[in-house]
């Protein structure tokens, strides 16, 4: 990791130990929620990863899935070329939309102090605030630039509104200062809560589908956050839109093979992951052969399914090299999807049978079976489809998480 300042490394220090299991401990943290980082990039719905903030306010309501007495924050400068200098941030229990709860704004600290720089390609958490959450409420956290950040490391399909002022509006509890919005979260990768921890949070990791392409924006309708409501164990996503096991990708992050740590090993609390991704390994090729190809699927090989197995057993490897209970979900069927073809219906069959079957996962949820159309098993039930034969929509999603807890 680049060189910090002081304060930078007293909280990078933080990043070192991850939280061992335990029975809400006082002193255990957990991660609440989470969104993996991504390069700036302009292909997706608009955002503002490219131009940055200038002496701007930015506020981002997310849904905690682990209750607690105390809370701190995650922010990621990892594609980040110069140091980020926050100048202050606040969080604070969110009301409708860009509002807050004015009793319970707080002021964050970073090693004491109310700004940072978090250095070039690094990370670091906040200081703990004072701030009673209850599992699935919303909290807000406002970011302040009194400076130029230069393009923002985000996570491009966030399907929730972000909120941005001009000017110094971290302490508003009006939103009305927040005119512009973006469905992208920028800089906040995580948040962690404190004092009731229990250490038994669960990381979908994958691509759209675990991401939450198709759902609606908004309403917290990802299978991750049904998955959260089914079960009360805490959920932190670790999806990316487009995100491959073997290639990384300028538009959909680094292959998660590589991301695999960042993104789930080191979420303190975390226990189980649950290992989602491949169809864009075998369906990009597909896709690159359309009449209308998107120029964002690359690379695009032809990818075996030796070499896709080889993928997960990497990711199985890290994760139990950690102690974490590893769920091996099969690919959801794709036919009529751009990402189908003869290639993809065989390598896609080959990799569900060795899911099933070959014991080198700790469980498996078969996802595929669950959402499938009784007419044709290639294709997703029209009653799950989100309309473009790939991904789900709400009622699809909560059946992917009633399949998963009944395994876990």
Known sequence: MSKTTAVGAATLA??????????????????????????????????????????????????VTESGDRIRIRLSNAYGTSPLVVTGATVARAGLGADVHPDSLRRLTFGGRTSVSVPAHGELRSDAA????????????????????????????GFADTYRAEGDHRADASGAAFTATSQSWYYLSGVEVGGRARGDGIAPFGDSITDGFGSTPGANRRYSDALAERTGRPVVNAGIGGNLVLNDSAWYGERATARFRRDVLDQPGVRTVVILEGLNDI??????????????????????????????????????????????????????????????????????????????????????????????????????????????????????????????
């Open 14 to 63: 933080l990043l070192a130990g991850a939280a061992q299991p335990s029975a809400a401990r006082a002193d255990a943290w957990g991660a609440a929620w989470a969104a993996s980082p991504q390069l700036p990039a302009t292909g997706f719905t608009p955002n503002w990863s490219q131009e940055g903030f200038s002496h701007q306010s930015v506020r981002q309501v997310v849904r």
């Open 130 to 157: 004072q701030l009673g959450l209850e599992r699935l409420e919303s909290v807000a956290i406002t970011l302040y630039f009194a400076g130029t950040t230069g393009p923002a490391t985000f996570h491009a399909q």
């Open 283 to 408: 369906g990009f090729s597909e896709a690159r052969k359309g009449p209308e190809p998107q120029p964002t699927y690359v690379p695009a090989p032809v990818v075996s399914s030796a070499e896709l197995i080889a993928g997960y057993g990497e990711l199985i490897r890290q994760a139990h090299r950690e102690g974490l209970t590893v769920v091996g979900a099969t690919l959801l069927p794709l036919k009529g999807s751009d990402h189908w073809g003869a290639h993809a219906a065989r390598v896609s069959d080959e990799v569900n049978a060795w899911i099933r079957h070959s014991g080198a996962f700790d469980a498996v949820v078969d996802f595929d079976k669950a959402l499938a159309s009784k007419a044709d098993p290639d294709r997703l039930a029209p009653a799950y489809d989100s309309g473009d034969a790939l991904h789900p929509n709400d009622a699809g999603y909560r059946v992917m998480a009633q399949a998963l807890a009944e395994v876990l």
